[in-house]
């Protein structure tokens, strides 16, 4: 252990060291060697490929666009692929990218989670930002645990809510099956999150040029590729609709959802539901809103036979108008509606039908 000669020694001045007295108010805290200097948020910008077309997916420009809003700092996209890659540079600067790090690596071309995560470290470790996100998808999902691991830092996966104090950043995600909403911080640098789909708004700005950076990956990638084939699950997506007619529990009939389908086409609307008929089998998990399924904000949500519990209003609490029909007149749902009709959804759907047909016009 060294020490100190006493009191020649004018860089400690001996045994005052320690008097913060002898300090101006802050100073400690704020010249704190052991603190980290990470600043700024770095941001995994995915990319979505259709034929020769690349596009950026909603979920990134909420992110970067939530990334923009809550830091003073810079704020960097880390994104993988050929030269087509370079028709999303304006997108990503007009939804708050500052530096753009291009990761050109034929090896990278299609998917790879080890090696995109072993990539992002070596970026990251460049960059050393205070936050590391990317979107709740399968494969922000997948490849965020393993940086994380890497980085040996902390992730708070499918957060709801962001915000940051300085370079802290509080995540709030949903805990106990969505019974309450869990505020986290991580103590270590960076501190890494995941963010649920249509969490955040997309805020585009005038902005479309910045800086953009090619990045060599200098490791290694265990896979090689042979075939790859989209799972297609058909048609449109929940989220984009403007009317949602939403399925739950109430529905007692399979042939509901069918007829449920077709008074959507004539409106313009979609259907969606709730998890009890995805359980049921009767539709996809793509069209399941709420906690564990997605997020939508329509203009209209007509709730037929939704109880309106917490995790299914994780998902719909955005809409702008809601709609709810449920028998029960105590059901929580008539808590938070707009409109609520106490009777059975399937004839609300019905008459609905009739309607539409034009046989029934003052129903
Ligand atoms: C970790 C976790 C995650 C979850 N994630 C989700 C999620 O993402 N999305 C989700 O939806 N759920 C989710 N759930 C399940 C959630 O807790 C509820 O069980 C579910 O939302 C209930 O669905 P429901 O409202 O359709 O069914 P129920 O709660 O059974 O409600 C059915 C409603 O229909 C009414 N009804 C009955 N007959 C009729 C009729 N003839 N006409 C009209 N109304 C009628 C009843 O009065 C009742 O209010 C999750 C649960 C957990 C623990």
């Known amino acids: 252990m060294s020490g100190c000669s006493g009191g020649s020694c004018s860089s400690c001045s001996s045994g005052d060291q320690d008097n913060p007295d002898r300090l101006p108010p802050g100073m400690l805290a704020r010249y704190d060697i052991n603190q980290s200097t990470a600043d700024g948020v770095l941001v995994w910008v995915e990319v979505e490929r259709d034929g020769d077309s690349v596009r950026m997916p909603d979920v990134c420009a909420e992110v970067l666009s939530a990334a923009r809003s809550m830091c003073d700092g810079r704020v960097f996209a880390v994104v993988f692929g050929g030269p087509e890659v370079k028709a999303l ?60 691991a890497i980085l040996q830092t902390g992730l708070t996966a499918d957060c709801t809510s962001l915000s940051m104090d300085g370079r802290d950043l509080l995540m709030t995600r949903p805990a106990f099956g969505g019974n309450l909403m869990a505020d986290i911080r991580c103590t270590r640098f960076p501190q890494m999150a995941t963010v649920r789909p249509g969490a955040f708004d997309k805020v585009p700005t005038d902005r479309t040029t910045g800086t953009a950076l090619y990045w060599q990956y200098q490791g290694e990638v265990p896979k090689e590729v042979l075939s790859e084939e989209p799972v297609t699950e058909g048609g449109s997506d929940i989220r984009d609709a403007r009317i949602l007619i939403s399925l739950g529990n109430g529905i007692r009939d399979r042939s509901t959802v069918e007829l449920a389908e077709s008074v959507a086409t004539r409106m313009g609307a979609m259907v969606s539901c709730s998890r009890s008929i995805v359980e049921k089998g009767w539709m996809p998990v793509s069209r399941q809103v709420g906690m564990s399924g997605r997020i939508v904000r329509p203009d209209l949500y007509i709730a037929m036979g939704i109880s309106g519990s917490v995790q299914h209003r994780a998902g719909m609490s955005g809409a702008r108008r809601i709609v709810a029909v449920n028998t029960d007149p105590d059901a929580p749902i008539h808590g938070f509606a707009d409109l609520s009709l106490i009777t059975d959804a399937a004839a609300v759907l019905a008459a609905m039908s ?10």
């Open 89 to 148: 540079y304006p997108e990503m600067f007009s939804y708050g990218t500052d530096t753009v790090y291009h990761v050109r690596d034929a090896r990278l071309g299609t998917y790879q989670p080890e090696a995109y995560a072993d990539c992002m470290a070596g970026i990251v470790e460049r960059v050393v930002p205070a936050v590391v996100l990317m979107g709740a998808t399968t494969r922000g999902r997948e490849v965020a645990p393993r940086l994380a």
């Open 354 to 363: 009739r309607m539409l047909d034009g046989k029934e016009e003052n129903e």
